[in-house]
């Protein structure tokens, strides 16, 4: 294909505008406009989202509904629909060496004069039932002139990129073939020649027209791989330089803990474990440095940071300094401000909380109290970064869960003093080569021993078919004393998604599942007193059964409660499930975080020991048993569930197949009447936790997040398993899995 030719404006290279592009226009380069593309330059480095592997050929006479194929052949016939017919496809009649087969395509006006009988076409599509014939419904064709000819929409490595309304695929795809061809080239090598030999690194134009059009799948590795290299290496090198600034910086070099940091920790009814007393080292020492402190400390939900943080903030204070702790939310910021007054005021430090609940006389005067240095310890949210937040003396910035904010609002309350030390909290689990990579200006703490008596919160995730044993297993769990979450991703029914949501889903709990217990609805949207007054009475007991939003992802401390349970688990994102998590299990009980989704994914690839779901059966196969055919199908699940009890994970594999092979053998044996009247064996009569949950998410296999989440934490929840019938209740009792279908062709509905 030739290159790019420009009309209108003389070519200015790289930085020519792309509504002088040939075929782009000011109409369309409006839409290249909204995914950020002005110029060549940004398109040549705006990548594909992912390819498409189109290469492998199905012949036309093996084509099967519902299969996904690229197909190549000869146009051997055409028929058009009937004049004033325009929803109805065309249809191409195609030759290729297995015989004769049909394609339709949508858009007859301009097909009927691009195609002609004897052209060769490259088709990929979606294999369907049209006029009791099964053809081929083309998503995208490429016409193939000569042997020489590189096909972009069919027939290769086909690049997918991310699109906007009125901006087809095709049409994208054709103009960045169009610029690569034309304007790679032109892209300035960035990298020493040296270090690309070194890295065995090819160069930046042929990566760029490698990424966007690869011949093969190892040479699109090899240009992402060049690719990745300079975006970390650029990443670095600006890291590096943020950090010598910093370094530079004259600091406040904090004296030595004194008389109130002994007093907290003589006060305090536990010891620090040694993951806290390394930690707590490393923040004094850096205190103690003439430079600015920039420190990430990291630990699990519960792991003990805030003790550390009420340490270094002590420390700032004995030096004649002010400290600021930032929460991202007015509940994480009253539970912090109630911690730090614990830890703090017996000590004669003052800690006062600075929101956006605060209105008229009493802002005021909290605000000229910390102007005025008469405050040591300052608790707020985002309202701390406000121009009318005025310190005397910031020594210290303290920002828990640093990943609510972003960098400006850090920078913005940093500004309120002269370099103070900043100490950023995280219960995020980040990898440390991760965390080294994307915060390289901060050192890295991290508490990795969790405090004495903290037992792992077992989790587990399940469809709604288990909804009833579920209730059961949490009204056991009220009876006993304990308190349960449940949280909903939206706080009202929405037309657009169909989930459900924590009002109505508070409601029908209280009238239909727990009539007789007490049910709260905790939301965003409530008022700062409405959400304060429902958490008082969740943490005094009134309320068994708190319904709520994430906004308890953070902040919340009920050492009484020990379920929750998440409801559409698949709208949540790591992070936000293990926070989730961590509002459990604080307690000396046994903690369970249940994951509930709909049944219409699976967790495939599950890890050894793992509960699994088996594939429903393809809607054209599946047929409702009546009669007898109905009572057997009934019994034999029942006698199905049979518990495993203590066997090892790896025997139960084993033992599969020999069971499926005696029972095989039994029915052949027994007559059909006492098959299906035969009484099924009391398997979990005497079972303490009879959920039967089952790893499963309405995910595409492990490709989300979630997925991969889920899956590893069943996999740990059972490592920390010690009790020998501990792990019964998350068995997946086995069911029949339905026979693939039949080779060659494709199993019809019976009627």
Request: glycine share 8%; aromatic share 4%.
């Amino acid at each position: 294909m030739a290159p790019v030719r420009q009309t209108g404006a003389p070519p200015t290279g790289l930085a020519t505008p792309l509504q002088y592009v040939k075929g782009v226009g000011p109409q369309r380069a409006t839409l290249l406009g909204k995914k950020g593309l002005a110029t060549i330059e940004d398109a040549l480095f705006f990548l594909p989202i992912r390819h498409e592997d189109r290469t492998r050929l199905t012949p036309l006479r093996a084509i099967q509904v519902g299969q996904v194929v690229t197909c190549s052949g000869t146009i051997a016939g055409i028929s058009p629909p009937p004049p004033g017919r325009s929803r109805v496809p065309l249809v191409l009649l195609l030759r290729d060496a297995s015989g004769y087969g049909t394609a339709t395509l949508f858009g007859r006006g301009w097909l009927m004069r691009v195609l002609q009988r004897g052209q060769r076409l490259v088709l990929h599509g979606k294999g369907a039932r049209f006029k009791d014939k099964i053809t081929l419904q083309v998503q995208d064709w490429e016409l193939v002139e000569s042997d020489d000819d590189e096909p972009i929409h069919a027939g290769a490595l086909v690049p997918i990129y991310s699109t906007t309304e009125g901006l087809p695929q095709r049409t994208l795809r054709s103009l960045m073939w169009r610029l690569v061809e034309g304007f790679a080239g032109d892209v300035a090598e960035t990298l020493p020649e040296a270090l690309r030999r070194r890295r065995n690194l090819g160069p930046l134009p042929e990566a760029l027209a490698a990424v966007h059009f690869p011949q093969s799948e190892a040479q699109l590795r090899a240009a992402h791989r060049r690719l990745a290299f300079e975006d970390f290496l650029l990443l670095q090198l600006g890291l590096a330089i943020l950090r010598a600034r910093t370094t530079r910086a004259r600091g406040i070099a904090m004296s030595p803990p004194g008389a109130l940091v002994a007093r907290l920790r003589q006060a305090l009814a536990w010891q620090l474990t040694g993951a806290q007393e390394r930690v707590w080292e490393e923040i004094r020492r850096d205190m103690a440095a003439p430079y600015p402190m920039h420190r990430l400390l990291q630990g699990d939900v519960g792991s003990g940071k805030t003790i550390v943080a009420g340490l270094a903030v002590l420390t700032a204070i004995e030096a004649g300094y002010q400290a600021a702790v930032m929460a991202p939310t007015e509940i994480l910021a009253e539970q912090h401000m109630m911690t730090f007054s614990r830890l703090l005021e017996p000590l004669g430090v003052p800690v006062t909380l600075l929101t956006s609940a605060l209105k008229g006389r009493e802002r005021t005067a909290r605000r000229a109290a910390v102007a005025a240095g008469e405050i040591g310890c300052v608790v707020g949210t985002h309202a701390l970064v406000q121009e009318a937040v005025e310190f005397r003396r910031l020594g210290l910035v303290v920002v828990d869960e640093q990943h609510r904010f972003g960098v400006a609002q850090r920078a913005r309350l940093k500004a309120k003093g002269e370099h103070p030390d900043v100490l950023v909290m995280t219960a995020t689990p980040i990898p440390r080569t991760l965390a080294l990579t994307l915060y390289g200006d901060l050192d890295v703490s991290v508490i990795d021993e969790l405090p004495p008596g903290r037992k792992p919160v077992r989790t587990e995730a399940r469809t709604d078919s288990r909804r009833p044993q579920i209730y059961a297993f949490l009204r056991g769990e009220v009876a006993a004393g304990r308190q349960i979450y449940v949280v909903y991703p939206l706080i009202e029914e929405s037309e657009a998604i169909d989930l459900k949501a924590a009002t109505d889903m508070a409601r029908q709990l209280q009238r239909e599942v727990f009539p007789d217990l007490v049910v709260g609805l905790l939301h965003g949207r409530l008022s700062f007193d409405a959400k304060d007054e429902i958490m008082q009475r969740f943490k005094a007991g009134e309320i068994h059964v708190l319904v709520s939003t994430t906004v308890i992802e953070v902040g919340i401390d009920v050492p009484n409660a020990s379920v929750m349970l998440i409801e559409h688990a698949e709208r949540f994102g790591l992070s936000q499930l293990h926070q989730l998590r961590g509002r459990v299990g604080r307690g000396p009980w046994k903690s369970y975080c249940i994951l509930l989704t709909r049944p219409r994914g699976v967790l495939r690839h599950a890890p050894v020991g793992t509960a699994r779901v088996p594939r429903r059966r393809p809607a054209a196969r599946r047929r409702a048993p009546r009669g007898r055919a109905a009572r057997r199908t009934v019994d034999h699940r029942r006698r199905s569930r049979a518990p495993r009890g203590r066997a090892p994970r790896a025997a139960v594999r084993f033992a599969r197949p020999l069971a499926r092979q005696a029972r095989a053998r039994q029915r052949r044996m027994t007559p059909p009447r006492a098959r299906w009247r035969r009484p099924a064996p009391q398997g979990l009569a005497g079972s303490p936790l009879p959920l039967v949950l089952a790893a499963s998410l309405p995910l595409c296999g492990c490709r989300s997040e979630a997925a991969h989440y889920v899956r590893d934490l069943t996999r740990w929840s059972r490592v920390g398993a010690t009790a020998p019938g501990e792990g019964k209740w998350l068995t997946r009792h086995p069911r029949r899995t339905p026979p693939p279908p039949r080779a060659g062709g494709v199993a019809r509905s019976r009627r």
